[in-house]
């Protein structure tokens, strides 16, 4: 069993609708939660981050974590189709630098949004 | 542009070849990691460098190797290069810290893709 489980999809909305990515994990030592939005043919690039339990909004996106049921989410409202890409969960122990920052990512679920 | 170059973009090479990926980490960042993307495995960790020091190991073949060098850009050697051995191959920066949105998680480059025959 992989640490961290993700539904890879793919996943086909219209555009306007509200987009839920999840992702389950078993190593309770996570405490850095991230999503990563990558294009096709580029590097995943940094979308949300959460430390601990809790929400955070930014604009059309909110992360939720629930570490007593291992789970985090990601949720877009209003869709756009530029939107549409592989959304990677990502989780650390630890905070990078001089520690160990090694990300744990999910499979990736692919997201098409459509007109 | 995120700030993390690598090269070159793209490579063919044939199977039992030796090939040297480069990375040039994001202006003031100490921490280097490789990672390597495949359609079966997704992306999976390979080995962090912290200013010139290797820190962490992941499922990193034996075959492969790395180093950090002192202007802090880094190389992966990949060596008797398989078919399976095909895949995108990441390097990622941070900074010493991830305390501050700007430098919160990993900035990737764009990626070398590796094409074994």
């Known amino acids: 069993q992989k640490e961290v489980e993700q539904d890879p999809g793919p996943l086909s909305v219209p555009e306007g609708a509200i987009v839920s990515l999840n992702c389950t994990y078993s190593?309770?030592?996570?405490?850095?939660f991230m999503w990563y939005r990558q294009y096709s043919r580029k590097g995943p690039e940094l979308l949300m981050y959460?430390?601990?339990?809790g929400n955070k909004e930014d604009g059309r996106f909110t992360a939720q974590v629930d570490k007593s049921s291992k789970y985090i989410s990601l949720f877009i409202r209003d869709s756009q189709p530029s939107d549409s890409a592989t959304y990677l969960c990502?989780?650390?122990?630890?905070?990078?630098?001089?520690?160990?920052?090694?990300?744990?990512f999910g499979q990736g679920t692919i997201l098409t949004v459509h007109p | 542009d995120s700030g993390v170059t690598q090269t070159p973009k793209h490579l063919i090479t044939a199977t039992g070849q030796r090939v040297t990926l480069r990375c040039s980490p994001r202006?003031?960042?100490?921490?280097v990691y490789w990672y390597q993307q495949s359609l079966d495995q997704g992306l999976q960790f390979l080995i962090q460098?912290?200013?010139?020091?290797?820190?962490a190991k992941g499922n990193i073949l034996e075959r492969f190797s790395a180093q950090q060098f002192p202007d802090l850009h880094s190389e992966l050697n990949l060596s008797s290069l398989e078919l399976g051995d095909s895949a995108l191959y990441f390097c990622?920066?941070?900074?010493?810290?991830?305390?501050?949105?700007?430098?919160?998680?990993?900035?990737f480059g764009s990626g070398t893709r590796l094409t074994v025959v």
């Open positions: 990622a920066s941070s900074s010493s810290h991830w305390t501050l949105p700007s430098n919160y998680g990993y900035t």
């Open positions: 190593n309770s030592a996570f405490q850095y």
């Open positions: 959460t430390y601990s339990s």
């Open positions: 990502a989780m650390s122990v630890n905070a990078g630098g001089t520690s160990y920052g090694k990300l744990t």
């Open positions: 202006s003031g960042d100490l921490s």
């Open positions: 460098y912290y200013n010139g020091e290797e820190r």
